[in-house]
């Protein structure tokens, strides 16, 4: 049951305030926030045993506001997800397909249709849709393109070449932050003669490539990587790739798929591995994680789907966590396709300072009822913006890299915000 934070202290039998006005129980994990002081596993620990939701809001709200003040974060994007045929078959995805040769069917005119889909609802896009998709959205106006897909068996390397240059050369000025550390991985397998890591990231750069997203991390921990994704590389894996993308100049973000069959110990464990890997990318690399972007995990449709998923307050208080855990990375995002727009914007005075952006289609997770081959989930920039105005914020388009996007005449020019 919730309680509110007073209803907690006299229930605790706790009557008095602190000269902060902090909980008690949390009084000296206050005390290191305010002197900006590194939270330990047993902090976070508590943090997750603590029903006092009131103050771990107020203590991440603290940082956010250390970091960026009232400025919340938003961009105009488009997700672009090139297939669903993939190798894996992790129990907590519901996007998956095996696959099968697809029999394209035309139709009584003769023409064929926009995705080619099997009897399953498997798809693959051709180099030439993923263009297209990408140039509709720049003309549109958005700054970034995300592009994710299952591991295809038959796609060639040169395939992921060919999006990178086609979109570079339709859209000059568009980020591509494209392909997880598992599809990187995939890829240094499947190209002929085989790549490196660093192999692949310099030629997929030189064909287009800005920027990794965070995807594939899901928990860092040998228990539940067996439990839900045991064929799929783990964490020393997922890791080298962001290394060797830090070291080649590359900024990528970082996931955590919570709400599933981990513990809170587990989710902690992850967020300090992010931590130690952000020290080491500040030292001594080029670049390093722009953002966290906490995945709230969604059931419905994946083998998994007999659990429940995380609540609303355990989506609120892991973002809070995971602000008052990363310490050295700047963004926290709440991408509202995982915890709703609703959540998201209550979020942002709860440690989180981005609601990533316009989105327009996204494939990977659909609630139940969402079930159309190209599913539309979009926010307009109007709805964006309202929902930071009303959480007391300051609306800021951002592009990839968290620099001003200024809109005039049309057009776009960035600075630094
Ligand atoms: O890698 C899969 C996760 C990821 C489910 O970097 C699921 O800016 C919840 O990484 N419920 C893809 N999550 C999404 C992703 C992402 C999204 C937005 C922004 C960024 C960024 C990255 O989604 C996958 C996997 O970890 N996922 N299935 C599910 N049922």
């Not at 962001?242 to 919570?258: C, P, Q, V, W």
């Not at 609120?316 to 914007?345: E, G, V, Y």
Request: net charge negative; aromatic share 8%; charged share 25%.
């Amino acid at each position: 049951m919730v309680l509110h934070a007073r209803a907690h202290r006299e229930r605790d039998g706790y009557s008095g305030m602190t000269v902060t006005g902090f909980d008690s129980g949390l009084a000296d994990i206050a005390g290191k926030v305010e002197s900006s002081q590194r939270l330990t596993y047993e902090d976070g620990i508590r943090l997750y045993a603590s029903s006092d939701i009131h103050t771990l809001g107020e203590l991440a709200n603290t940082v956010r506001e250390r970091f960026h003040g009232r400025t919340a974060y938003y961009n105009v994007n488009r997700h672009i997800n090139y297939t669903n045929y993939c190798v894996l078959r992790c129990k907590f995805c519901s996007f998956y397909r095996p696959y099968v040769k697809r029999q394209v069917e035309a139709g009584p005119d003769g023409s064929l249709p926009v995705v080619a889909q099997d009897h399953t609802g498997g798809y693959e896009l051709s180099v030439e849709q993923v263009v297209e998709r990408a140039s509709e959205a720049y003309a549109q106006g958005s700054t970034e393109v995300h592009i994710v897909g299952g591991l295809h068996p038959k796609l060639p390397f040169s395939y992921y070449l060919d999006l990178c240059r086609g979109i570079r050369e339709a859209c000059p000025r568009m980020h591509i932050k494209a392909f997880t550390a598992i599809e990187i991985i995939h890829l240094a397998r499947i190209a002929r003669p085989r790549l490196t890591i660093s192999e692949v990231l310099t030629q997929l750069r030189e064909a287009g490539l800005d920027s990794l997203p965070g995807g594939g991390a899901e928990i860092f921990d040998d228990r539940v990587h067996d439990e839900t994704f045991k064929n799929k590389v783990g964490e020393a894996e997922w890791f080298e790739v962001h290394r060797a993308a830090h070291e080649l100049g590359i900024f990528s973000n970082a996931t955590m798929l919570y709400g599933h069959v981990e513990t809170p110990a587990e989710r902690i464990n992850h967020l300090i591995k992010l931590r130690e890997h952000q020290d080491e990318s500040i030292r001594s690399r080029q670049a390093r994680f722009n953002c966290v972007v906490p995945l709230s995990f969604i059931p419905d449709g994946s083998a998994l789907e007999h659990l429940p998923g995380p609540t609303g307050l355990d989506d609120l208080k892991t973002l809070a966590i995971c602000r008052l855990m990363l310490d050295n990375i700047p963004h926290i995002k709440a991408f509202w396709i995982m915890q709703s727009p609703k959540l998201a914007q209550v979020s942002l005075n709860w440690g989180v300072d981005d609601i990533d952006g316009t989105v327009v289609y996204y494939d990977i997770t659909k609630r139940e009822g969402q079930a159309d081959d190209r599913t539309q989930q979009s926010l307009t920039v109007d709805q964006l913006k309202r929902m930071i105005c009303e959480a007391g914020c300051t609306p800021l388009e951002r592009d990839s890299l968290y620099r001003q996007v200024t809109r005039a005449d049309g057009g776009w020019t960035v600075s630094d915000a």
